[in-house]
């Protein structure tokens, strides 16, 4: 997940005006947070709901990556390049 986390942050990096860059970083942090709660509240709930079964746990990690690769072609980065250009007043 090392790689993953340095590659999202220099994407932000890229797209991130820099009079904007505290909201921005910021937000990126916040979302991480959530993400570190909401990770193990889902495993910890389909354990509990499974009776003790871990692997339906683990396999629950897949949609959330599946998204997440879905959510990354839609990406478009020249275009985030532009956008850097006109800081959020």
């Known amino acids: 997940m090392g790689g993953s986390q340095s590659a999202s942050r220099s994407l932000q990096g890229l797209f991130t005006p820099e009079e904007n ?4 970083f910021g937000f990126f942090a916040i979302s991480g947070k959530f993400a570190s709660v ?3 509240l889902t495993d910890g709930t389909l354990i509990v709901v499974s ?3 871990t692997q339906g746990a683990i396999v629950s990690i897949l949609p959330f990556l599946v998204a997440g690769l879905i959510l990354m072609f839609f990406v478009n980065e020249s275009a985030g390049r532009e956008q850097k250009q006109n800081p959020i007043l």
Do not use: N, V
Request: proline letters at 10%; zero cysteines.
């Open 21 to 24: 860059s505290a909201e921005f």
């Open 38 to 40: 909401l990770g193990p």
């Open 51 to 53: 009776g003790g079964d």
